[in-house]
């Protein structure tokens, strides 16, 4: 089993940044790919970005490209999500996920672990 803890959720005005960090413990593997989801109320999940153990493979999800950049430190077997220029319909609950992906990336299904999640508010 892994353990997923998101913090750095919190209300920001529009223009401005935030930083999520999601904390993994348990059995964490090279293997896993870490990212993030976010919901918003009736709606399904939306994937934001993904990055593999090492860093060489991201993934991004077309509504946060070059606002979102998503990063890790295995010795902390941390992993964060630095979001800059936010706008209101980023206003979502995010998830922090970690897994062994297939061939969608961006499939919620792909991913076998999901932390509490965090809210976002971006008010305009």
């Known amino acids: 089993q892994v353990q997923l803890v998101e913090s750095g959720g919190g209300l920001v005005q529009a223009g401005g940044s935030l930083r999520l960090s999601c904390a993994a413990s348990g059995r964490t593997s090279s293997r896993y790919f870490m990212g993030w989801f976010r919901q918003e109320p009736g709606k399904e999940r939306e994937f934001v970005l993904a990055?593999?153990?090492?860093?060489?493979?991201?993934y991004y999800g077309d509504s946060v490209k070059d606002r979102f950049t998503i990063s890790r430190d295995n010795a902390k077997n941390t992993v964060y999500l630095q979001m800059n220029s936010l706008k209101p319909e980023d206003t979502a609950v995010y998830y922090c996920?970690?897994?062994?992906?297939?061939?969608?990336?961006?499939?919620?299904?792909?991913?076998?672990?999901w932390g509490q999640g965090t809210q976002v508010t971006v008010s305009s």
């Open positions: 990055v593999s153990w090492s860093g060489s493979s991201t």
């Open positions: 996920v970690a897994g062994v992906i297939g061939n969608n990336p961006a499939a919620a299904r792909e991913y076998e672990y």
